[in-house]
């Protein structure tokens, strides 16, 4: 391709994300220096604008992936499903807190790299998941790194000291390492002619961005700034698009206006959720670890329904 070509070729959405990436991190930083709390409130508003809402909206998905196939939705059913699966997670957690980690974390990285990076895997092949995973686990990794000592205090408990001071140790060799699994899997796109020049730069562009924003603010403002811009925010635009293929002219409005109350339920169930488990079954857990343990129970349901929109939008490409 030629050069004056590459930029031409950059995803316009990748383009709007990066920008408000951009801004995000000054208005993170800005907070950081305000307020004694600054994370708290970059926390807040990250899962209130679009954390908690992306995750909401699988109950309208599933509706229209039926009525699409001429099949009738049982709401019921749905939600009955959706939380037997959440709950065979909290049970895993319950026993066995170390596994349930280690598969969160795996679970995490698939759900990551294919919200990134689906679209330049239109066949359904093991090499996408491998993909998927590798990306995923380059960007944790990116993310949480440079404010080790910060984040493994969060983890005690869940690996063994020494694994976490191994990793601590061994920080700058991850850092490599991550940074390779975060480019091959694009490299690998590019020269199957699947992945522009553009898109290619693109991608790497938002991966050092977050890994700068990880140095410059801490592990879980940086992922915060990621889930609820590039993970949330793109599952979003998503949403509309599949949304449209019903409804023309379906907007972002539209789609808080839909989600309103399934977010709200979905916020006032992680918060009782959250107070039962800090006060009975784990109180000598990290309140923001316990956040994201109370998160992973819905991240299972919730990838297995976006694992399933995903196929629905490649068969209308």
Known sequence: MKNNAIWSTVDPENGRLLLLTLGAILCSWLC???????????????????????????????????????????????????????????????????????????????????????????????????????????????????????????????????????????????????????????????????????????????????LWSSYLMGGIVAFILYFCIWHAGKSIALFCRVRRLERPHYTLITFYKEVFWYATISLIGLIVLLVISTWVLFSNWHLLFLFFVMISVLTLPHAISVEKIFNMVKKHK
């Open 32 to 210: 950081l220096q305000l307020f004694p709390y600054g994370e708290w409130v970059v926390f807040g508003i990250g899962m209130a604008v679009s954390g908690i809402p992306h995750g909401a909206m699988d109950e309208v998905l599933s509706k229209q992936r039926y009525q699409a196939k001429g099949k009738n939705f049982h709401r019921r059913r749905f939600i009955t499903y959706y939380w037997l699966k959440g709950s065979a997670f909290a049970l895993i957690w319950w026993l066995a807190p170390t596994l349930a980690f280690l598969l969160f974390l795996l679970l995490s990285a698939y759900h990551f790299g294919q919200s990134q990076l689906y679209a330049y895997f239109p066949e359904k092949h093991w090499s996408a998941a491998l993909s998927y995973i590798a990306w995923g686990t380059g960007l944790l990794l990116w993310l949480l790194l440079p404010s080790w000592d910060t984040i493994q205090n969060y983890l005690i408990g869940f690996l063994d000291r020494s694994v976490l001071q191994w990793i601590g140790n061994n920080a700058t060799f991850l850092l490599v390492i991550a940074g390779l699994l975060i480019s091959l899997p694009l490299i690998e796109r590019w020269i199957n002619n699947t992945l522009t020049t553009g898109k290619v730069l693109m991608e790497i562009a938002l991966a050092v961005l977050l």
